[in-house]
């Protein structure tokens, strides 16, 4: 009995499973897996979008920025917070920044006037919710929620389903969205952690249109890097907006999460 055409095809299989165990640790190693000492640097979490979600086009038009104080420019001097440096970025390109964001707010008070909560938790803000932010008619929204959920006791689950709530409204509206991470702040060690699960999450959900800050804005204690500490602990100074705007700005123009058309 001739045994060499067995003995070839488990040669194949046995080719076949190296290659797969290859390309496993290969991936491993890039996403920082495979043992070896833990990194107490938070990584920027994986943004790549599915290869079938569609790039929306952005025309000239109202761009709107909801949030909290970080996005209403706390910690920085006038006209140097993040929206309005993204205001003047883009103002040639025909963007008109409308930014609603208010000191303070959770995302129970972006969602919508109708949506279910919790008992005890914030009703809907009319004046800076989801409903507000489409009554202007945007062509592109930007979200910007990045720690008073979990400053507050709010859960993973809480934050990171009232965001997508929030996106999935303005998506259904055929409004493109940009979340943008959590930051650092002088909160538990347990809390920073739960920021984490939040940013991973939202980057798995969002893809290409999450916008990672967090680990460019911390420190060697996880907390907010003193270089751009505006001085409570909470807000980032003039050069902490600058880093987000460019974050945020490098991300519309890759074109990896909307295409923006000139005007």
Known sequence: MNTEPKKKSMSYLLDAKRLLCAALLGTLAACGGGGGAANTAMPAPVTTAPASAPVAQVKPGTWVVMGSSTAAGTGAPAGKGWVALLSETHAAGGAQVANIAKGG?????????????????????????????????????????????????????????????????????????????????????????????????????????????????????????????????????????????SQVSSRLHSGSCVKLVQQ
Request: hydrophobic share 40%.
């Open 105 to 245: 707010t959770v995302t129970y008070e972006g969602l919508g006037a109708n949506a279910p909560r919790p008992a005890g938790r914030p009703a809907s803000d009319p004046a800076v919710n989801i409903d507000q932010a489409l009554s202007r008619k945007p062509v592109l929204l930007i979200v910007s929620y990045p720690t008073n959920d979990t400053a507050l006791g709010y859960s993973v689950d809480e934050t990171v389903n009232n965001l997508l709530a929030i996106r999935a409204h303005a998506l259904a509206a055929g409004v493109p969205v940009v979340i943008t991470s959590t930051q650092p702040r002088n909160l538990s060690d347990t809390q920073l952690a739960q920021m984490r699960m939040i940013d991973q999450r939202l980057a798995a959900e969002v893809g290409a249109c999450f916008v990672a800050v967090h680990h460019l804005l911390t420190g060697a204690d996880g907390r907010l890097a003193p270089v751009y500490d505006s001085g409570d602990g909470v807000h980032p100074n003039d050069q902490g907006h600058l880093l987000i705007q």
